[in-house]
């Protein structure tokens, strides 16, 4: 069944073609064909052929009690009750001892993972992902995959290459400053923080404000501002007032963010290739509905490492400034002090209220203690009283 | 294109995936119906497949049996023809493991019914056995069975793909083998 190459049909789609196989419009355009060139129609003759000839194999019709056996057999089992464990026992014979093999096997892997605590969905899932080529790095674990990363690994093609997140392209570095400042202007200095940071692009995160009376007012405040601003900002708060304190710290962060990332690609090769699990295999019930669960963990992990991912990379963004604004505090003369009757009625006020206290902490002595006092007087009290009695009677003899 | 006959009458016009949902839902009828659309077949499948011909017919009988205990298990998504032919795909198979041997067709002797011709029977039997075991197999739920490339594929779960080509391969095998006779016819 040579054919010469200028044929736009393989013999093989002819074949396919007399089956009923081959795709309507092919099939269409094969018919078509079949009508002007005769090697093709050979073609089809010859496989038409091997099949005629393949219906000698005839088979003797079946003995005449055949059909007789089966309905009477069949009446039988209608009358049994359904009994999955007989029907298996018999297949079950059929395979002979490779079955009981089996059998121990199986009894002795679920012994291990019962009794050794393997868990029974994800390693399935894991080993079935494992076996694809195209995401080798789907379940490495995280640390290895951070060592693969580094700062050069580039999206690759793919799908892993699409979910990736931008690479740290540097050393990533989260700033922080802290400063105490004296205000020379407490009002104007406090109204500038929030427009300082306002115009280096950045933003108030926290603001907490003391105004007590006879004590200085503060300002504490958490500033957060694009860390390549914080210099000129710091510079700028400086200004406000007199600095008792100030610290700076840098905070590395590329090993965390690195890791971050490879563990959240991971954790999305992973979410892909159980969705094209889900949607490709078919199982059972149980098993479709744990891999959902699997899913849905992958995504919670998913979404809690993107989540810190964002955050940390804010920290590296946005410098954080914690500032601690405060007003010199001045003794002000007379300002806030009370007048002379009201000091006497205060003093009033407190020794009666002091004598009160007095009386009611006395009643609430005697009564938690008046009985055992009396108790013990009684006890030691009167013996002693007789014992001096006689002492002074004896004296008094005596003299 | 070939194939065997349809030989066993159509009593009406229900499907073989109606009527098995009837019978799984308890209908004896529907069984009875399904019985007789494909005893002819599911008998030829064992026979053709095994050298003992009262084993044939056994087989054939514990394979609507099995249907029968099993009615439970089938799921609708899989026509019924493939259930039933996997049934009997998985019989032939525990048999042949019990045996111990793959069944030898080439020293067989022709069923009686096929006397007048018992040449053109025992070459296809022979040129049959000496094709690959899967290409065999492959081939026969084609010609004999008529189910689809999708349907033995999910059979042999194997691609559709890989059953064209190797039914084409058996195909091929087959002509080659076919052309002396037909020099000498």
Known sequence: MNRATQH?????????????ELEPRRAAALAAHLERCDECRGIAAQFRQVSERLLDFAVATRSPNFDQAVLQA?????????DDAKAGGRWFAAFGPWAWVGAVAVIVVIGVIVFVGIPLVQPRFMTAVSHDATTPMAYLPANSLSAQAGFEQKAQGGVIGKL????????????????????NNYDDASAALGRLTASEGGYVQKLTSNARTGESRTVSATLRVPAKQLDGFLAELRKLGRVEQESQANDEVTDQYVDLQARLK?????????????????????DVLDAERELARIRGEIESMEGQRVLLAHRVDYATVEVQLREEYREQLGAGRSSAITQIRNAAVDGFGNLEDGVIGVLLFLLDYGLSILFWSGIVGIPAWFAWRQFRLRRTSGK | MMGVACSYGLRNMTTDDQ???????????????????????VYGFFRRRLENPARAEELAQECFLALLRNEARYEPRASFRSYLYGIAIHMVSAERRKSGREIELNDKTPDPATDENVDAALWVRRALDQLEKDDREILMLREYE???YAEI???LRMPVNTVRSRLFRARIALKEQLAPVQDKD
């Open chain 2, 153 to 155: 594929a999910g059979l």
């Open chain 1, 8 to 20: 736009a049909f393989e013999p093989e789609e002819v074949m396919a073609y007399l089956d009923g």
């Open chain 2, 146 to 148: 008529q189910l689809s």
């Open chain 1, 74 to 82: 069949a009446a039988r089992v209608k009358d049994e009750p359904p």
């Open chain 1, 164 to 183: 990736e997140a931008p690479q740290p392209s540097g050393p990533m570095i989260a700033q922080t400053a802290s400063l105490t400042i004296v205000a």
């Open chain 1, 266 to 286: 991971s954790a999305r090769a992973s979410e892909q290739r159980m969705l094209q699990l889900l949607q490709t295999r078919t199982g059972k019930l149980e």
């Open chain 2, 19 to 41: 009527l098995a949902i009837e019978f799984q839902q308890g209908s004896r009828e529907a069984f009875r119906e399904l019985f007789e659309r494909y005893r002819e077949p």
